[in-house]
């Protein structure tokens, strides 16, 4: 069920919203509707699927190139703070 709702807004952007609603094929109140749903919250899964997309298809970018130069890190402070909390020992009272 959907309800109804009234918004204010400003010239430019009820023209945005009519350019980008043309430009997809869609109304200005469908554009709304999915704009709304990416910005809170209905589009999490498709932003990790598109997020993996791109991992997977980065996977050997650089595994050709000469270039780069890859600098060795030792312990650091963060390395050394991570380590002391994942052995400390629970003590319970």
Not at 1 to 17: F, G, S
Not at 28 to 33: F, G, K, P, Q, S
Request: charged residues 30%; proline residues 1%; aromatic residues 2%.
């Amino acid at each position: 069920m959907k309800l109804r709702t009234n918004i204010y807004l400003e010239e430019a952007q009820a023209a945005a919203l009519d350019q980008a609603a043309l430009a997809r094929g869609i109304s200005r109140a469908e554009l709304v509707r999915q704009l709304i749903d990416k910005g809170i919250g209905d589009s999490a899964s498709s932003d990790l699927e598109a997020d993996l997309a791109a991992i997977d298809a980065s996977f050997g970018a650089l595994s050709d190139d000469d270039t780069l130069n890859v600098v060795a890190r030792g312990p650091d402070d963060r390395h050394r703070h991570l380590h002391r909390i994942a052995t400390r020992r629970i003590v319970r009272r």
